[in-house]
């Protein structure tokens, strides 16, 4: 999604989800988490606007401890 939305201006959830291939339940899922990190901004109108030409992203990913 983030990938889709780096320099394409606002996008309205029908717009980014043709662009993605993802249905509207999982934009709605993934949209709150993204604004929360910063990586996004919901506009008024209402649409979705990722304010960067670029992001770095360095992620650690762990098993829980009780994975086998």
């Known amino acids: 999604m ?3 939305l780096l ?7 029908p717009e ?3 662009l993605t291939g993802s249905d509207f339940e999982r ?3 993934d949209m709150p988490k993204l604004a929360e990190s910063g990586l996004v901004e ?5 649409k979705v606007l990722c304010p960067f ?7 650690r990913l762990q098993a829980p401890a ?3």
């Open 53 to 59: 030409a670029a992001i770095h992203l360095d992620v």
């Open 16 to 18: 980014l989800a043709r």
């Open 66 to 68: 009780d994975a086998a």
């Open 2 to 4: 983030l990938q889709a």
């Open 7 to 13: 320099g394409a201006g606002s996008l309205g959830e």
């Open 42 to 46: 919901q506009t008024r109108d209402p």
């Open 27 to 29: 934009l709605r899922e």
